[in-house]
Every structure is written in structure tokens, then in C-alpha cells.
């Protein structure tokens, strides 16, 4: 592959033939003929079908691979410090659709849950590894874990007890008060 087409795919995570195509000033079948070809010498990997990367992370791409879409769930608050659990699962909020809920790439299963629009809210863009992905903040994470019933509330209390000074409850309770009757949970289960 040559340097300048490795550099025009490297800018995102996640790229597609047709980014392929542009890539190298040809037809989207001549892309097609590439991207097999690069993927049995094992210069580019396919995440699903139509979708590539030339990265081994799977944390780096999997808020690339459907848009809109971020990453929530343990491995966020992993990603903050927040837990010395090293999931094997990240978790990625979006609004679409897809067939596919569950990917396997490299050492991880990425995995997909659809919500409603006003759901996907709480999230923002980072550098990670000199390239930008998307992340739910501290709060919302927890959130998001509790409500896909990923994480106990018991889970949430303790997390949130031992970072009382770099988590906001107030903002916890905003983001589960978009959900029926979570605020009210959280709430009791700090007061326990």
C-alpha cells in the first residue's frame, strides 16, 4: 500500500470502499479488488462487511463504526479510571438499527444498544491514541450501564462512593431522570 493512500485511510478508524476508492483516484469495483486483496495480506482488517481499519484497537474504532454513536458502559468508566475491571465487552450507544448487535474484534466483543434519540445525549469527543472517538461522560456512563442493566445499582453506588470528588450526582440523577423511575432508584440507593 502506498504511503499516501495509507495516510488518506489512516484519518479515520474506520473507513469504507467507497473512502478506499477515493483514496486511490479509481472506480469503487477496482476498490472492491483492493480491499480483498489488502485484507488477505492482512494490511487492512474487516470489522464487518463494507466496514475496514487499519487499527488493532478495538476501543479506537468502535464509536466509528455506526454513526451516530458513542462509547458507554464499563469500559467508559474503565477508560476514567473509575473501575479496575478490564471489561472484555464495550459498549456502544446508538440510535440506529443494525442486524449485526454484537461484534467480535481483536480481544473484545463490541457490542450495540439502540435507544431512542432523546437518549443519546451526554457523550463527547476525545483524543485517544492521536485519534478523535466518542464517549459518554463519567455520569452518563454510569447511567447508561444501570438502565441496559449492565451494571447494579449496588455497582453504581460504589463507584460513585469512591469518586464522590470527581463525580457529580447531580448530573447522574439528570441524565436517570430521563428514564422512568431510575432517578428515584439511584437516589434511594445512595441514602442506603
Known sequence: MKEDVKLALRRYPVFTVRDIARALNKKKEYAYLQAYRWKKKNIIHEIEKGKYTLETDPFLIASWIV????????ATLQYYHLTEQLPFTIQVITTRKRNRKVIQYGNATIEFTRVKPSFLKGYRQVLYQQKELFIA???KALVDAVATKKMTLEECNHIIQQNKRTINIKKILSYASTIKGLAKRIK?????
Open 67 to 74: 454513526w451516530p454513536s458513542y462509547i458507554s458502559g464499563w
Open 188 to 192: 434511594e440507593e445512595l441514602h442506603d
Open 137 to 139: 461522560e463519567k455520569e
